[in-house]
Structure formats: structure tokens, C-alpha cells
């Protein structure tokens, strides 16, 4: 009844909502008889492995009593419902970890069989180190730490790969923990899979409306050659985005044949920085190096205090600069390879990576200098390296993603 009360009271707020796929738990099903079940209210059916007999639903909740069979067992996947991989369709999962240990599991699977917890780049893991993490069948992409305490979670599709979000314990806004960029299996199916877990879930539901977040900033430089002028009104899953004005801070950064390059350096360094509105942000590039250093600038001042990751043609760094005094922060022996850099900031603690592989260890920056500069940009001390491909995703320290809240009421 109380659930009814909310879902009517949502209903009167904002309107109706179309689901493609939509479970509440607001049944009972014993232990072993959850298998074939419709969804409550619906739509979607469920099919369930469950060897152990650990699945149970009661109390407006699905409920794991923590045994253990296997991979893909228990599970339990929406197997009647193929989703098209569409950008910005989106899968919301409410999770309460009682024990931090073992594992759970949900997002898209490839298939309706989900055997093998590691069978996409779709998915999100809680796991027993007390993490939340995503991993892409090779590695772990990304980890965070939890509580045992609700979460919501949102796996929102790209064309290839996914946007992940959390909600919950720390998580007081929507955060994106995680962007990822391969896998198009398509169709796909919302699953949810349990090992030596004892926990809850509360919803699994899949909106027929889709959502995309937007990037604070992004660029491809797909322009005429000469000075930067603004970035792309266009995200990489063709999301709005509000253009922003580049400006040289040191030396001259300008396009050269679609891509960002320095063609001028001042005391050997060239920065270019725009004002995203937000000081923590996922940072990306795709960078070729000819020489000397290339790679991004985070919360640039001055020339004298700023955040850069760089590569030097052996070694990614992350590196702070704080009144002109420089400090390897994470340094490591890694091939530049594709070129693909990324920082994630949250506050004072930094993450680097290459190439989808975390570099180094989860670091601190805790310098007051360094803890509110909203500019981000590019970095480079030779005229022949090139940046590409930059985007800047807010983390959502600010609600930036409240939107999220229409569907995870």
C-alpha cells in the first residue's frame, strides 16, 4: 500500500512514465519459486537460475540469503525483454548490500544466460573488497568504495559502451563514476546476478525514455585551421552541448588539420584552457606525442598553479604545480600507445589512466590552490604533439544529473 501511495504521488507529480521493463518486487514468491513470475507492476517476465534456492521476493524487496553455486547462479535476467542498443536507453537498479563481501552484479548482459558475470562492458560489480566497480572482461576499469546501504545505480547505453551512475551512502548526488566505450552487442537484457552476498534490491526498472548526460565541454577540432574559437556544440553521442570560448594562457595553441596543436611556446610550454563550471571533471583526450611532454590541463589558476596529466614518451604522469613548485604526484613506465588519457578527480583524490588502464595509485591533491579552478585544457611543450578528442563530463558534485531522480523515485 505505502508503495502504491508514492508511485500515485510521483504519478500526480511529474506525469506518466512508460516503461519498457519495470519490477517493484511488490509480489511474495518463495524461495525457488520466483523462476517464470511476471514483474510487479510490469511489464517483464522473469527468468531465474537458482540451483540454491537464494532468490526470494517480500517486503517490496528481491531478496539473496547469500549462498554460493556459481557464476550466473543465482541470477536473475529479464530474458523476454531484448533491448535495443540505443544511446541513452538506461537500466536503474536499487541495491542494499547487508555484508560487504562477495559479489553483486547488474547492468545489460549480452545474453539471456548471464553464466559468467564478466560477459560485457555494460555492467557494474559490488564487490567484496568493499568496492564499486566496472570492468570490461579483461580489467577493472574503475572502482570506488561502498557501504553496506542503499544504492541506486544507472547503466545508461552509448552506441558503444555505457555511462555509469551512482546514487547513495557518499554518493549524495547522482555521480558519474564511469564512462566506458566498448561493446555495441545489441540486443541486450537488464539482469542482476548475486555470489556470496547477502542483500537486497528494491526496483529494477528500464524507462522508455531516453537520457543522455551532456559533457561540460567537448571538441573535436573538426574546424578550419588557425585559432582554437570554440568547442563543439555537439557531445560524443550527439548530446547538446553548450559551446565554450578557448583562450591561449601560455604560448599559442591553434588546429592544424583537425586536431589541437601548439605552434608557439612560451618559456617551452603551451596552454590553452576554457572555463567548464565545474572544478571536478572526467578529463579525456586522445593525444600523439612527437616530443617533450603532451596532455591535459585540470583546474588551471595561473601558470604557476594548475593539475596537468601528461605523457613524456616513457613515463604518464599526473603532476601538480603549485605557486611554480612541480610535484609528480602518480609517475609511471606506460606506452603511450593509442594516446587515450583520462583523469578522474573526486575532490582531493585523483585517478590517472591510459588507454582504459589505471596508471599508478589512487592519489591525493589537497593544495588549496588546486581545489577550485573551473578551467580545464590542453598542455603540451613541442609544437609537433596533437591533442583530440577532449571532453570534460561534470562528476556531479553539483546535481549536474539530477535528472536521473524522475526514474529512480
Keep these: 500500500m505505502r508503495r502504491m501511495i508514492r508511485n500515485l504521488a510521483v504519478l500526480f507529480r511529474r506525469g506518466v512514465i512508460r516503461w519498457l521493463l519495470r519490477d517493484e518486487f511488490s509480489d511474495t514468491r518463495a524461495a525457488g519459486a520466483v523462476n517464470g513470475t511476471p514483474c ?220 589541437a596543436s601548439a605552434s608557439a611556446l612560451v618559456g617551452g610550454v603551451a596552454i590553452a584552457t576554457m572555463d567548464t563550471g565545474t572544478v571536478n571533471a572526467i578529463t579525456d583526450a586522445t593525444l600523439t606525442r612527437a616530443g617533450n611532454e603532451v596532455g591535459v590541463v585540470l583546474r588551471y589558476v595561473d601558470a604557476d598553479n594548475y593539475i596537468r596529466a601528461i605523457h613524456d614518451g616513457t613515463n604518464c604522469k599526473l603532476v601538480k604545480r603549485v605557486a611554480a613548485a612541480e610535484t609528480d604526484v602518480i609517475s609511471a613506465v606506460v606506452a603511450l600507445g593509442a594516446g587515450a588519457i583520462r583523469v578522474i578527480p573526486d575532490g582531493t583524490t585523483f585517478m590517472l589512466y591510459l588507454n582504459n588502464a589505471r596508471v599508478g595509485a589512487v592519489s591525493t591533491i589537497n593544495d588549496a590552490a588546486l581545489q577550485t579552478g573551473t578551467e580545464q585544457g590542453l598542455f603540451s611543450t613541442n609544437v609537433g604533439n596533437t591533442q583530440d578528442l577532449w571532453s570534460i563530463f561534470a562528476r556531479g558534485s553539483n546535481g549536474e544529473y539530477a535528472a536521473l531522480n524522475k526514474w529512480s523515485f
Design 40 to 259: 510487479t507492476p510490469g511489464p517483464g517476465t522473469r527468468t531465474v537460475v537458482d540451483t540454491g534456492s537464494d532468490l526470494s521476493i517480500g517486503s517490496d524487496v528481491l531478496n539473496f540469503s547469500g549462498g554460493v553455486v556459481g557464476w550466473g547462479d543465482p541470477a536473475l535476467v529479464y530474458a523476454d525483454i531484448p533491448i535495443v542498443r540505443t544511446a541513452g536507453r538506461m537500466m536503474l537498479c536499487s541495491v542494499t548490500p547487508a555484508t560487504i563481501n562477495g559479489f553483486i552484479w547488474f547492468g545489460f548482459n549480452n545474453d539471456t544466460t548471464p553464466a559468467e558475470p564478466w560477459s560485457g562492458a555494460n555492467t557494474i560489480y559490488v564487490t567484496s573488497a568493499a568496492r564499486i566497480w566496472t570492468y570490461d572482461g579483461n580489467s577493472v576499469h574503475y572502482s570506488v568504495t561502498y557501504a553496506a546501504t542503499t544504492y541506486i545505480f544507472a547503466v545508461v547505453l552509448r552506441t558503444a559502451g555505457a555511462y555509469f551512475f551512482v546514487k547513495g551512502g557518499a554518493f549524495t548526488n547522482w555521480t558519474l563514476f564511469d564512462i566506458w566505450g566498448v561493446n555495441v552487442t545489441t540486443p541486450v537484457y537488464a539482469a542482476i546476478d548475486f555470489y556470496d552476498n547477502v542483500s537486497t534490491s528494491g526496483f529494477i526498472r528500464v524507462p522508455d525514455a531516453l537520457w543522455l548526460p551532456a559533457p561540460a565541454a567537448y571538441d573535436t577540432f573538426t574546424r578550419g585551421d588557425g585559432a582554437l574559437g570554440s568547442s563543439d556544440i555537439w557531445g560524443p553521442d550527439n548530446q547538446i552541448v553548450t559551446a565554450r570560448a578557448w583562450s591561449n594562457r601560455v604560448g599559442t595553441t591553434q588546429i592544424a588539420t583537425n586536431k
